[in-house]
């Protein structure tokens, strides 16, 4: 179910309010972790009674409990590629392409990627993998700057 009608300068925490449910809940609904991220002009998906328990998108309060990866700094350098830095940092070329969106590969310009341990290991989503199949899910969020639906191939780094 969506609602459509919204008053005027209502945010994401005066919605949930009027709702009577937590922003959590209705964040998770939405598949964000931030109301900021919610487009008050666009519909926006009511959370029903089952939303915290079939819902496959993290808990957006556990985020508040979830350790921050370490980060490396790299200048990116004439020639790099996505696949080249995800090779020498063994990350997923993915991982590293989502961290240049913003700015493409411009040769002086440095990122920060996720530092590589050595109980990291790379997992490949299956057809039925969830966040759920993870036992931190937000840490694994944050660590792979992934924070929509898994879908099937994708590489995720992801600790232990």
């Given amino acids: 179910m969506y609602i459509r009608k919204r008053f005027e300068n209502e945010g994401a925490q005066d919605l949930a309010l009027r709702l009577g449910c937590p922003l959590c809940m209705l964040l998770r609904a939405n598949g964000v972790l931030s109301g900021a991220w919610i487009d008050m002009s666009e519909d926006i998906a009511l959370p029903d009674g089952n939303t915290c328990i079939d819902n496959d998108f993290p808990c957006p309060v556990d985020f508040v409990k979830a350790e921050i990866p370490e980060r ?73 700057n992934h924070f929509a639906r898994l879908y099937p191939g994708m590489k995720l780094l992801i600790r232990g």
């Fill in 72 to 144: 490396v700094g790299y200048i990116i350098k004439e020639g790099d590629t996505a696949e080249s830095i995800s090779e020498e940092f063994r990350l997923p070329a993915r991982l590293v392409l989502s961290l240049l969106k913003p700015q493409g590969l411009k040769a002086g310009e440095g990122i920060f990627l996720p530092q590589r341990e050595e109980n990291m290991k790379i997992v490949t989503a299956s057809i039925h993998t969830t966040w759920r199949d993870f036992e931190n899910a937000p840490a694994v969020m944050l660590l792979n």
